[in-house]
């Protein structure tokens, strides 16, 4: 009897805790999305409701999958109007210098400095601590910048120009007496460093692959006869990954032991490779990143979704889906647990690849297409651009937007703004402290 009635009691405690956590959910689901719909000149109580939301989920055993999302949104948009400029109409995670849209951002070896490229035909260098200074100009030209990518020392910026070849750029005037900026004219569908080398990687209009030094000299290493939209290569293994407009997944790899450098035993021995082409429907390969742990090739499709490629065993691992239109751009994160997606249907999301059941935080607030984004390297920033020709900074972390709220609104909800907003059961609590 005795045992019945502690198992009894037992039940009642876990109904009590589970019905206690489904009203946490509902009321943070709640305060987020009225802070969420509320006018932008309601910007304190805009903001606070937010706030006292975050405090709860934070607080509280909530409903895992979908709320984080919720709060992320609506402290991004109470931030928003919190550093809104009227008079530029620009957000204060916002920044705009380039004439047109913003093809590439890319981190150099300074952690507080990116870049960006543009179909203006300009490299901009920015200093992410100092989100409202001038732009460096490190590169000028009347020719449109397709992509940019950085050498793993950041020394050299590639950009790859629309049907026009690339140039190499010194990212630091120093250099200049060692790394001259280097013009190659032949034309190029797309190009990537090699690892640890000076030396990339083209696949000419003609399809071949082109292994290049900065001394112009250059070795076929491959060959495709299909048009190529990305290059990536395994810095473990050389392996080197093509995503095409056909659909096609291909990869050029060594059956051979590799023994110190990868990429002289591709130039030596190419045409001892084993070549594959994964079919992977008829949707075009846009982007490809491969995981920090070497295991993991993401890439995106003009479909929208994102394939999880298993590279030690050759298999599809999963099929992300969520995007509207085409997947643009791709990254890991540094951790390898988070991956980036930018979409031409106006969004960038950051995936959490440890629990497929938890929604992407959705990152929406370019007013067009979104063709570039990278993770900065300490991994708690996304930066984004497009076709409105402005870059976006996004935190990862919400508390980082929680904080700012209460650093800028210099007081705590109301009693009355309590009962309408959290209820009048709920004890009150000061949202930002006395």
Not at 160 to 187: C, H, M, R, W
Not at 355 to 370: A, E, G, M, T, Y
Not at 387 to 414: K, M, Q
Request: contains cysteine; proline residues 4%.
């Amino acid at each position: 009897m005795r045992s019945l009635f502690t198992t009894t009691l037992l039940l009642i405690a876990i109904f009590i805790k589970a019905q206690s956590n489904q009203t946490t959910t509902e009321l943070v689901m709640s305060m987020s999305q009225r802070s969420l719909v509320m006018p932008g000149y309601l910007t304190e109580l805009k903001a606070l409701v937010a706030r006292q939301a975050y405090e709860f989920w934070k607080e509280g055993n909530v409903e895992p999958y979908v709320s984080h999302l919720n709060v992320y949104q609506s402290l991004y948009e109470a931030n928003k109007y919190l550093g809104y400029d009227s008079v530029r109409n620009m957000a204060y995670n916002q920044v705009g210098a380039h004439s047109n849209t913003v093809t590439s951002v890319v981190f150099g070896d300074n952690p507080n400095h990116y870049y960006s490229s543009s179909t203006d035909g300009k490299i901009l260098k920015w200093d992410l601590s100092n989100p409202g200074s001038i732009p460096e100009t490190v590169y000028e030209s009347n020719k449109i910048i397709q992509s940019i990518e950085m050498s793993n020392d950041g020394e050299v910026l590639m950009a790859i120009f629309y049907q026009k070849g690339l140039a190499l750029i010194p990212t630091n005037k120093d250099n200049k007496s060692d790394i001259q900026v280097l013009e190659d004219p032949q034309p190029v569908q797309t190009a990537t460093f090699l690892p640890g080398e000076r030396k990339y990687l083209t696949v000419a209009k003609t399809g071949e692959l082109i292994l290049k030094g900065f001394d112009a000299q250059s070795e076929q290493v491959g060959k495709t006869a299909l048009k190529v939209n990305q290059l990536k290569v395994d810095e473990q293994d050389g392996t080197i990954y093509a995503g095409t407009d056909e659909g096609v997944l291909e990869a050029w790899e060594k059956p051979y032991e590799v023994k110190e450098s990868p990429i002289e035993d591709i130039m030596k021995n190419w045409r001892k490779q084993s070549y594959f082409g994964y079919e992977l429907g008829s949707f075009a390969i846009n982007c490809l990143d491969i995981s920090p742990n070497g295991n993991t090739l993401a890439i995106g499709r003009d479909r929208g979704d994102v394939i999880l490629w298993d590279i030690p065993n050759k298999k599809l691992i999963r099929i992300i889906s969520g995007h509207q239109s085409t997947v643009t751009d791709i990254q890991f994160n540094p951790k390898g647990d988070l991956l980036l997606t930018t979409s031409r249907d106006g969004t960038a999301r950051i995936w959490d690849l440890t629990d497929s059941r938890k929604l992407p935080i959705i990152l929406d607030d370019h007013d067009d297409w979104v063709f570039t984004g990278s993770f900065n390297p300490t991994g708690t920033q996304v930066i984004t651009g497009g076709g409105d020709e402005f870059i976006r900074t996004w935190p990862i972390d919400p508390a980082y937007f929680a904080f700012r709220i209460c650093a800028i609104v210099n007081r705590n909800l109301t009693q009355e703004e309590w009962a309408e907003f959290v209820g009048k059961d709920m004890p009150y609590k000061v949202t930002c402290g006395e």
